[in-house]
């Protein structure tokens, strides 16, 4: 998971624990047993973190704009997408303890920053610290939250509400209403051809949603967006809240 974009600089530091809403959770004490080996990295749209049976010896904790898909390969040539994480969560050796084989395939969608720390380091910590270990076990149950809805979702549910779903997860972990993100890209995650999402862009375009311009989509209606969406959406946000919530102890 090391990337040429590496930044040592304190205010990035900062800015990762104020900007990642487990981060932010912790105090001066736990900070202290993640902080002497973070390091701060820049990641661009499309880089390849992890591919399927990759040793994962790093964590990573998305902020300022990153998200960071996981995609599964099937037959035929062809991925989708079973989840995706930005700023409200962490991604590599989150779930098992220890250095493991990664499952999925780690992509960065949106492009922006992580705090990366060691696998080892996180494990120590969670040895040292109650509140981090109870907040990784708290997380884990919502990111499994989110694949099994995201499977049931992908089952039931028309392309409209699902694309609308996914462009509402993506505003929220990316922190701003302009997404750059291609129609191509957003079939490739949905699982669908082109024309498909092309046809349903243009629908919500059309509605007034979203604005869809120069490689980029604008959330430009997001109460009309949540409308459009299926359940799984808030679904998805209130098991997160009830699980980790602020303090990353749950209760909302």
């Not at 720390?117 to 499994?144: G, Q, T, W």
């Not at 750059?180 to 629908?203: F, P």
Request: charge should be neutral; proline fraction near 4%.
């Amino acid at each position: 998971m090391d990337s040429p974009g590496e930044t040592m600089s304190v205010p990035a530091l900062d800015a990762a624990f104020s900007g990642n809403r487990l981060l932010a959770t912790l105090s001066a004490e736990d900070r202290a047993l993640l902080e002497p080996s973070m390091r701060v990295l820049t990641l661009e749209s499309g880089t390849c973190m992890l591919d399927a049976g990759d040793t994962v010896t790093t964590s990573l904790f998305p902020f300022d704009g990153l998200i960071v898909s996981l995609q599964i390969e099937i037959s035929g040539n062809r991925s989708v997408e079973v989840a995706s994480i930005g700023m409200e969560g962490a991604v590599g050796g989150i779930v098992s303890c220890g250095v493991v084989p990664a499952f999925a395939q780690t992509v960065v969608q949106l492009g922006g920053h992580a705090a990366a720390v060691p696998m080892k380091v996180l494990e120590a910590a969670k040895l040292a610290s109650p509140h981090i270990k109870n907040l990784f076990c708290r997380y884990a149950d919502a990111l499994l939250a989110q694949i099994m809805q995201s499977v049931a979702c992908n089952a039931f549910h028309p392309i409209e509400a699902r694309a609308a779903r996914w462009l509402l997860h993506a505003h929220d972990r990316a922190g701003s209403e302009r997404l750059a993100l291609t129609q191509e890209s957003l079939a490739g995650l949905l699982g669908v051809q082109r024309t498909t999402v092309n046809a349903v862009a243009r629908v919500l375009q059309e509605q007034g949603l979203i604005a869809y311009r120069r490689g980029a989509i604008q959330v430009v209606n997001r109460a009309g967006l949540s409308k459009a969406a299926c359940g799984c959406y808030r679904a998805v946000e209130d098991h997160f809240q009830s699980v980790l919530g602020p303090s990353g102890r749950g209760g909302g």
